[in-house]
């Protein structure tokens, strides 16, 4: 099962709704099949815009993210399950990124240009490459360039 985070907003409320909403909303994950990783609180915070749900509007929301494992096709269930509760302002799901492994080369970029190994490939494709092709024939039978000064 893939990874999904959700961010979630629910409207200002005391803490023994909230406890409750957040409990209905794990409850839809679970019942899917599913299992939550982690909870994240941000808090309440200001919307950058007014959101109408449920036939009120809401300029702050408290902030959740939920991190859980799902079946793909289980996730419009969670969706229309929380979109119907009247204490979820907002959500939505997305896919989490696989964390890619890059090797650090913090040491090779610091060194000088000429000593890095990715400037010094390209000096070698460079010196494969004949780059002498406009260079000055002398066909012109003098012993001597008359250009020169």
Do not use: W
């Given at each position: 099962?893939?990874?999904?985070?959700?961010?979630?907003?629910?409207?200002?409320?005391?803490?023994?709704?909230?406890?409750?909403?957040?409990?209905?909303?794990?409850?839809?994950?679970?019942?899917?099949?599913?299992?939550?990783?982690?909870?994240?609180?941000?808090?309440?915070?200001?919307?950058?815009?007014?959101?109408s749900a449920?036939?009120h509007v809401?300029?702050?929301?408290?902030?959740?993210?939920?991190?859980?494992?799902?079946?793909?096709?289980?996730?419009?269930?969670?969706?229309?399950?929380?979109?119907?509760?009247?204490?979820?302002?907002?959500?939505?799901?997305?896919?989490?990124?696989?964390?890619?492994?890059?090797?650090?080369?913090?040491?090779?970029?610091?060194?000088?240009?000429?000593?890095?190994?990715?400037?010094?490939?390209?000096?070698?494709?460079?010196?494969?490459?004949?780059?002498?092709?406009?260079?000055?024939?002398?066909?012109?039978?003098?012993?001597?360039?008359?250009?020169?000064?």
């Amino acid at each position: 099962m893939p990874t999904y985070e959700m961010p979630l907003l629910l409207r200002i409320m005391k803490k023994p709704e909230l406890i409750q909403t957040l409990k209905r909303t794990a409850e839809a994950i679970f019942s899917t099949g599913g299992f939550i990783r982690k909870m994240e609180n941000c808090g309440v915070k200001s919307l950058p815009f007014k959101l109408s749900a449920h036939g009120h509007v809401h300029r702050q929301a408290n902030h959740f993210f939920i991190y859980f494992d799902a079946p793909p096709q289980e996730l419009n269930q969670i969706l229309d399950k929380c979109n119907r509760d009247m204490d979820v302002v907002g959500i939505k799901i997305y896919k989490q990124n696989e964390p890619s492994n890059k090797e650090c080369t913090f040491h090779e970029e610091m060194l000088p240009p000429p000593y890095r190994p990715s400037v010094q490939k390209l000096m070698e494709i460079a010196k494969k490459q004949n780059r002498n092709k406009h260079e000055f024939k002398y066909n012109n039978g003098l012993d001597y360039y008359p250009f020169n000064k």
